[in-house]
């Protein structure tokens, strides 16, 4: 009965090890960067935002094509005059985005790298309507080697958001 006691153990032992080399944070420095990235945005501090961004940073907004970095200013200061803007995980109204980098180790043809998700809700309330609209968003964080953000994805449809952006536009253009 000891011997197969000790086998048991040994098994649930080695098969709960990690040894994968994955680690993820929830409170780690870069998750905090992008928990200030985000408040950033948030406060239409586009300075603010350029200070975590490489210079050679690439964003990927639902498409495999990368934006420019004046283009991705235009589109947030878009944002900005078209909308009042939060941002809210779940139900919980005091939350306002999840956040966890990982660590992955790299293996065979992929180098290691680091990666922050982040989930949450965009609420915008246009300031034309005062129609609100909500929208699920996934942003990915990869980090470069200067502790910049090098690439950033961007998943959730903007199909409301530009609809409003552009309607805000015809309007002032009137």
């Known amino acids: 009965m ?11 032992f080695i098969g709960c090890t990690n040894t994968t080399g994955l680690v993820v944070n929830i ?9 200030q990235h985000y408040e950033n945005y948030l406060n239409n501090d586009v300075e603010g ?11 990927f907004l639902n498409s495999v094509d990368a934006i420019s970095l004046d283009e991705l200013v235009g589109l947030l200061e878009a944002q900005h005059s078209t909308y009042s803007i939060s ?3 779940g139900t919980d109204e005091d939350t306002s985005y999840w956040v966890e980098t990982t660590d992955y ?5 992929y180098n290691p790298a680091t990666v922050t998700q982040t989930w949450f809700n965009w ?5 034309l ?4 609209i909500t929208m699920p968003a996934h942003i990915s964080f990869f980090w470069g080697e200067d502790g910049k953000i090098a ?3 961007h998943m959730y449809d903007t199909a409301a958001m530009i609809a409003g952006i552009e309607a805000a536009q015809l309007a002032a253009s009137e």
């Open 27 to 35: 409170d780690d420095d870069k998750s905090n960067s992008i928990r």
């Open 105 to 109: 180790p790299g293996a065979d043809s």
């Open 49 to 59: 935002l350029k200070s975590l961004w490489s210079p050679d940073l690439q964003v």
């Open 151 to 153: 690439q950033e994805y």
């Open 129 to 132: 309507t005062g129609e609100t």
């Open 87 to 89: 941002m809210q995980w």
């Open 2 to 12: 000891k011997k197969i006691f000790l086998i048991f153990a040994s098994i649930l």
């Open 123 to 127: 609420i915008a309330t246009s300031k």
